[in-house]
């Protein structure tokens, strides 16, 4: 990545009040970017956004990216150089209690953003982001790779394969290679760091609980996820917008961001390895009969095309990614002062530290 191709570029963040929006949104402005962001509200209180005080950093819109004429509005009047789309309804258990919701938003927000591009009369790189959820999962051991099936049983996977469906459309009929619009997509999932208070995910159920003094009870605590901290997805996309904005052999092309092979570990031992970094941590086991919606239980990204195309790949091991994943919150929860801003750059400059002690090409 060419950190100084987003020096002064106007980047648009859709979704910027959400989780990995609010942490894309600041690192990018620690980049020397104008970050503009649009989202219908802050998901969730507290949230990153707040307690990292970006409203006072960036151009904040409030916007719901179904609004065609309003998102088509602020592309043509703000004419970025570069945006991220990460506006979604991201959780799977709410995608069966709204489906209607979380198709509009997933699927036809993605559209919408997709035929507003098209009134753009400038250069603009759009990196817009699904989910590994996208596959068709047939829960086998090995990693998807992008040239793989798209579908998914839930609402929600639904949604984002269907998206991809949609771009791909745009793309073969709306935006050539040698055109202004210049499309990469991310794709990545189980994604943990400071910050994320959404419902109905294990590390955030679990730091409210703890907060208060509360024992987490975990029903199903053998599941297996391919944890990955926050900051690895989001140089994923960085390095793909600042590839593309050079090179437009990788136009319209899908790309996986996923963890270490090894980070693939259990719910069980994920609140395990949080309780030594913090003596809140209290757990017991319920095996209770599961009558939850169905959400499948294995799913594996094979990111060698990020690797061989990007030269990117995830630095954090399993320990380092729960380390600063649980520091950030009990920072949050314990000190005095709930602004975290100062704490989060700490952590992106770590991040870059680290990935440049690796020899990664984007943070030399």
Not at 240 to 264: C, R, V
Not at 290 to 306: G, H, Q, R, T, V
Request: proline share 4%.
């Amino acid at each position: 990545m060419n950190k100084n191709v987003f020096l002064n570029s106007k980047v648009l963040i859709t979704g910027h009040t959400g989780f990995k929006g609010s942490w894309l949104s600041l690192w990018l402005s620690s980049l020397g970017a104008n970050v503009i962001g649009a989202s219908i509200d802050v998901p969730t209180n507290p949230s990153h956004f707040n307690a990292s005080c970006l409203s006072n950093i960036i151009n904040d819109h409030r916007l719901d990216i179904r609004d065609f004429d309003s998102l088509k509005r602020l592309i043509e009047s703000e004419s970025p150089d570069f945006i991220f789309h990460l506006a979604a309804q991201p959780l799977v258990r709410q995608s069966y209690l709204n489906p209607i919701d979380t198709w509009e938003t997933n699927t036809i927000g993605t559209i919408k953003l997709l035929e507003a591009l098209r009134s753009l009369k400038k250069p603009c790189v759009a990196i817009l982001i699904t989910s590994d959820k996208c596959y068709d999962n047939v829960e086998w051991v090995w990693g998807y790779r992008e040239s793989d099936a798209l579908g998914g049983a839930d609402p929600y996977s639904a949604s984002k394969g269907a998206a991809e469906l949609a771009i791909r459309s745009y793309v073969k009929s709306y935006f050539p290679s040698d055109g202004m619009v210049r499309i990469g997509i991310g794709r990545a999932g189980n994604v943990i760091g400071g910050g994320d208070w959404a419902q109905d995910r294990i590390v955030p159920d679990c730091m409210r609980a703890w907060s208060i003094g509360e024992v987490v009870y975990l029903r199903n605590p053998l599941a297996t996820r391919p944890w990955q901290f926050v900051l690895e997805p989001l140089s994923g996309y960085l390095e793909l917008a600042s590839t593309l904005y050079g090179n437009a052999t990788m136009h319209g092309e899908p790309f996986n961001f996923g963890p270490q092979a090894q980070n693939d570990y259990s719910v069980g031992s994920l609140v395990a390895s949080m309780s030594k970094h913090w003596d809140k941590v209290r757990w017991e086991v319920v095996l209770a009969k599961d009558i939850s919606p169905y959400e499948s239980n294995l799913l594996k990204l094979n990111c060698d095309k990020a690797l061989h195309l990007l030269k990117w790949h995830a630095i954090y091991d399993f320990e380092t990614t729960v380390r600063e994943t649980t520091l950030w919150y009990q920072h949050y929860y314990e000190s005095s002062q709930k602004s975290t801003k100062k704490l989060s750059i700490g952590q992106i400059e770590a991040y870059t530290l680290a990935a440049k002690n690796r020899g990664l090409k984007w943070a030399q």
